[in-house]
């Protein structure tokens, strides 16, 4: 019931969706129209979650049957939303009535490859094969599967009470056995159900044993088995237990198999007892359990980490994995909880789990998180792995300027510490030449400035580095490049660079030279005055002289004075000559009054 309940409440959230942008029904949408709004969404607004289910929705209501149709939009919508299982299981729905049952096992296999973890997508896929599958091991091995991935999960409930309803109705008791004492080993929301569900199986044994004969011989077996000799029981100890247990010729259950088996259910039960009052806070917390396109609040967020610190400390590896997992559902979208899963289980000597984590990070949930993209280039260097690096900085795209900068700067650090120099130059040079093709020239200056500076520590050559400007200068000219080259010399060169400088200068500003033209009279009267200011900082004072001279006769109103005078208005004038009347009138009478 509360499967239902949780599962329709996912899907009626996810498909909240706005009024605006809805695409219109039609009659009847021709495969290449559907293709078009398909490869319209994929294009312009991937991730507009209620542009998706709206589109989704029109092809279930205008196309029914049209399995093409419904398979080219679930395709696409689910590739870039896989954690939505309700979407899963509505397009399993649709294969079911439309398809071969392959195709639809094929389908809960594609989605079992990106939500493994998914408790409801394994319930989902368990119940097809109870109503498809006629060989009841292949039921079975299906359940064990599932279990082998969220059996550990706190809700994997929803799998087990159809696991165990499926062995009833198989009669197949070792295995409800093996199943019962299997649910105690971990803390869920229904280990007290199943712990007094455990009791009864074991009363109804002991009530047979009271039956038979020789007890005081089969009491003394009892009395030399305790908790003690469980302690470290692992599955090769429950199996030969259950064997002792029901194995028997008679077909009724020792004595001191019963207990033992006791024994071992209620040593998992004391123990998972003991951490579900542990982790009942962080349960209570959770709020959404599964993915959602909306933002989890902070709460939730610092919950989960608070719960993966507690389940860190308790030494469970294989525990701490499946909640990493479990948390990766609610929070697929935030890099926070990837990174600490991949240094998490990396420390631990999982690389090979932390490196799967990775790669469905990258092309499923944060793909176009380019600061992610940064995080696992760094990963994969640390760990040695260059050619994965380098393919990472290869499919990044220019989203944004800072972004594209930094993704340069970082490559060509990295070839650097590999000690590819000439290789690292190159980056640079091509980041230059996309930025000329897709017209983004505003980024041109830092470009050329940063590969200077990288010029300068990788060769150690200050000329190397203006040369860098020179030949930005002269393919492109552009006032803030030949600014970059002046401040980098201003920090970085001395007095001997002043006479390569001002030549470079002369010919920007100069009028009638090749470069020059590209600029403004202001434009070469601000280069100037900042070559002034490198001239008076590092040259003597005939250096500084030769410059001003030059600067003076190109911009000769720099020594022109300044003229403040401003014409009077007539109403102004009209008021002076009124107000000296005035004054003159009142001198007279002052001297008539004498």
């Not at 579900?276 to 959404?288: C, H, L």
């Not at 202001?522 to 410059?547: N, P």
Request: with cysteine.
């Amino acid at each position: 019931m509360r499967d239902t309940m949780v599962e329709d409440k996912a899907i009626q959230e996810n498909d909240e969706v706005p009024e605006n942008g809805a695409p219109e029904p039609h009659e009847s949408n021709p495969v290449d129209s559907v293709k078009e709004k398909v490869q319209t969404l994929l294009e312009n607004t991937p991730t507009d979650f209620g542009a998706w289910a709206l589109l989704l929705s029109e092809i279930e209501k205008t196309s029914p049957d049209d399995i093409q149709k419904i398979c080219l939009v679930y395709d696409a919508f689910l590739s870039e939303f896989p954690l939505c299982y309700g979407y899963w299981k509505k397009y399993a729905s649709h294969k079911a009535r439309l398809c071969t049952l392959y195709e639809v096992e094929e389908l809960y296999e594609r989605a079992l490859r990106v939500a493994t973890y998914s408790v409801d997508l394994w319930v989902s896929y368990c119940s097809f094969a109870l109503l498809s599958y006629e060989d009841p091991v292949d039921i079975r091995r299906l359940y064990e599967r599932g279990l082998s991935f969220v059996g550990k999960d706190y809700l994997c409930h929803l799998l087990w009470d159809k696991y165990i309803e499926f062995e009833y109705s198989q009669k197949q008791w070792s295995r409800l056995a093996h199943i019962y004492i299997n649910t105690l080993r971990y803390p869920i929301k229904k280990l007290h159900s199943y712990y007094e569900s455990f009791k009864k199986l074991v009363a109804t044994w002991e009530e047979e044993i009271e039956c038979q004969k020789d007890t005081e011989m089969s009491s003394e077996i009892v009395s030399n088995c305790g908790t003690e000799n469980v302690k470290d029981c692992g599955y090769a100890e429950i199996s030969n237990a259950i064997r002792d247990l029901l194995n028997q010729q008679d077909g009724l259950p020792r004595p001191n198999a019963v207990k033992k088996y006791l024994d071992i259910g209620e040593l998992f039960y004391q123990r998972s007892n003991q951490l579900d009052r542990k982790i009942s806070y962080f349960e209570a917390q959770i709020r959404r359990p599964y993915f959602h396109v909306k933002p989890l609040d902070d709460r939730q967020l610092q919950n989960w980490h608070q719960y993966l610190d507690f389940v860190e400390m308790q030494g469970d590896f294989d525990w701490a994995v499946k909640l990493y997992e479990r948390c990766l559902i609610p929070c697929a979208n935030y890099s926070e909880f990837w990174i600490r899963y991949v240094e998490f289980v990396d420390a631990k000597g999982g690389r090979e789990i932390a490196q799967y984590a990775l790669d469905r990070a990258l092309t499923v949930f944060l793909k176009r998180v380019p600061a992610f993209h940064l995080y696992c280039t760094m990963f994969k260097e640390q760990i040695g792995d260059v050619c994965g690096a380098r393919a990472l900085f290869h499919r990044s795209i220019m989203d944004s300027d800072p972004e594209f900068i930094e993704n340069v700067n970082r490559e060509a650090n990295m070839e650097k510490r590999m000690g590819n120099i000439d290789a690292a130059c190159m980056i640079y040079e091509k980041a230059i030449e996309m930025a000329k093709e897709k017209h983004i020239l505003q980024i041109l200056p830092v470009l050329y400035t940063n590969f200077a500076q990288f010029t300068m520590l990788a060769r150690g050559s200050i000329d190397a580095a203006r040369e860098v400007f020179v030949k930005g200068i002269q393919q492109m000219p552009n006032k803030s490049i030949i600014e970059g080259l002046i401040r980098f010399i201003t920090i970085h060169g001395r007095a001997e660079q002043i006479p390569k400088l001002d030549t470079i200068v002369a010919n920007a500003i100069v009028p009638e030279s090749d470069v020059s033209k590209a600029f403004s009279s202001q434009d070469c009267e601000d280069i100037s005055k900042l070559f002034l200011e490198f001239v008076d900082l590092h040259g003597t004072i005939h250096d500084i002289r030769m410059a001003w001279s030059r600067h003076r006769k190109l911009f000769p109103h720099i020594m022109r004075p300044s003229f403040n005078y401003t014409v009077p208005e007539k109403n102004t004038l009209d008021k002076s000559k009124e107000g000296r009347n005035q004054m003159l009138v009142f001198s007279i009478s002052s001297c008539l009054w004498r």
